[in-house]
């Protein structure tokens, strides 16, 4: 199984300010990473897909990066819509072929 | 506009056979991929199985054994049983779509249902 480590477990950040989020995988995934928002009572949303590929209607100061088993998620000023639990989930040809990290919880400062 | 809806008890007893439907409009159920995931405080985030409407599938193997999922297409439903339950089954499930890429397999959600909790207890 591929795990991913997210990084680090709350964020605590004021509005206005930059985000960096990690997510690690504990053996290469290629480009094959999401990053998902989930807000408190809502299903995840899909914001990031193949590493680096905004998701429809996903706003420009959300952006992906990374490759392999090294991946970021950037935003670049902080909304206050925006703080929420953030994961990452990696497509693979391991059984299972979809895993999820812990999470990131960003909160306001 | 894509929506999912998820529907069945919130409360089964241990050993028995969780059972979940979700309906789905603005999507064709027979020509997408779906799945179940659920969410609990101890396991996190936790794909459960895929399955297309020409009956392509994946597992989770932690659960391939206890795991069933169907879609009538005539319903536009997918549903999900997972049998022998015991606490550790408690939690949110989701059904979702899996978003189609061109020459790709199944590899992201694009579109989840709200989520029904599932607790196991007698």
């Known amino acids: 199984e591929i795990v991913l480590t997210q990084s680090p477990a709350t964020l605590s950040l004021s509005p206005g300010e930059r985000a960096t989020l990690s997510c690690r995988a504990s053996?290469?995934?290629?480009?094959?990473l999401a990053w998902y928002q989930q807000k408190p009572g809502q299903a995840p949303r899909l914001l990031i897909y193949?590493?680096?590929n905004r998701a429809t209607g996903v706003p420009a100061r959300f952006s992906g990066s990374g490759s392999g088993a090294d991946f970021t998620l950037t935003i670049s000023s902080l909304e206050p819509e925006d703080f929420a639990v953030y994961y990452c989930q990696q497509r693979s040809n391991w059984p299972p072929p979809i895993t999820f990290g812990q999470g990131t919880r960003l909160e306001i400062k | 506009q894509v929506q999912l809806q998820e529907s069945g008890p919130g409360l089964v007893k241990p050993s028995e056979t969780l059972s979940l439907t979700c309906t789905v409009s603005g999507a064709s159920i027979s020509s997408n991929y779906w799945s179940w995931i659920r969410q609990s405080p101890g396991k996190g985030l936790e794909w459960i199985e895929y399955l297309s409407g020409s009956g392509s599938t994946n597992y989770n193997p932690s659960l391939k054994s206890r795991v069933t999922m169907s879609i009538d297409t005539s319903k536009n439903q997918l549903s999900l049983k997972l049998n022998s339950v015991t606490a550790a089954d408690t939690a949110v499930y989701y059904c979702?779509?899996?978003?189609?890429?061109?020459?790709?397999?199944?590899?992201?959600?694009?579109?989840w249902g709200q989520g029904t909790l599932v607790t196991v207890s007698s």
């Open positions: 053996q290469s995934v290629n480009i094959y």
């Open positions: 979702a779509k899996i978003l189609e890429i061109p020459n790709r397999g199944q590899d992201y959600f694009d579109f």
């Open positions: 193949d590493a680096s």
